[in-house]
Nanobody, 124 residues
C-alpha cells in the first residue's frame, strides 16, 4: 500500500513557478509508477504528468509540456512536479497518484492510490 501526501501548493502570479512534492509512505513506492493529476472547478480530473518506477521514462499532457517537469527520488520516497511559466489556466487542485502500470497512468481509472490534493492558484 502507498499513501501519497502532497505539499508545496500556493498562490503565485502568472509567469511564476512552484514546486510540488509528494511524499509517499509504503514499501512498494520504489516499484510503482507515479503521476500528477489536477482538477479545476467544474471540470473533470485530468492527467498532468507521469514517471516510471525508476524515473527513466516520463510523459506529460500537451498543455504542460515544456513548462512542467516530473522527477522522483526513491531514496526519499518522494515525487516532485516543478511548474514553470504558470498561467491562470493552471489553477486547480493537484493530486499525486500511484499506479502499478506507467503505460496506463494517464487515466484516473488506472490510479491505485490518491493523495488528498494541494491547491495551486495562479493570478493574472
Amino acid at each position: 500500500q502507498v499513501q501519497p501526501v502532497e505539499s508545496g501548493g500556493g498562490l503565485v502570479q502568472a509567469g511564476g513557478s512552484l514546486r510540488l512534492s509528494c511524499a509517499a509512505s509504503g514499501r512498494t513506492f520504489g516499484s510503482r509508477a507515479m503521476g500528477w493529476f489536477r482538477q479545476a472547478p467544474g471540470k473533470e480530473r485530468e492527467f498532468v504528468a507521469r514517471i516510471s518506477w525508476d524515473g527513466g521514462v516520463v510523459s506529460y499532457a500537451d498543455s504542460v509540456k515544456g513548462r512542467f517537469t516530473i522527477s522522483r527520488d526513491n531514496a526519499k520516497n518522494t515525487v516532485y512536479l516543478q511548474m514553470n511559466g504558470l498561467n491562470p489556466e493552471d489553477t486547480a487542485i493537484y493530486y499525486c497518484a500511484a499506479g502499478h502500470n506507467m503505460i496506463h497512468l494517464n487515466s484516473t481509472l488506472s490510479v491505485d492510490y490518491w493523495g488528498q490534493g494541494t491547491q495551486v492558484t495562479v493570478s493574472s
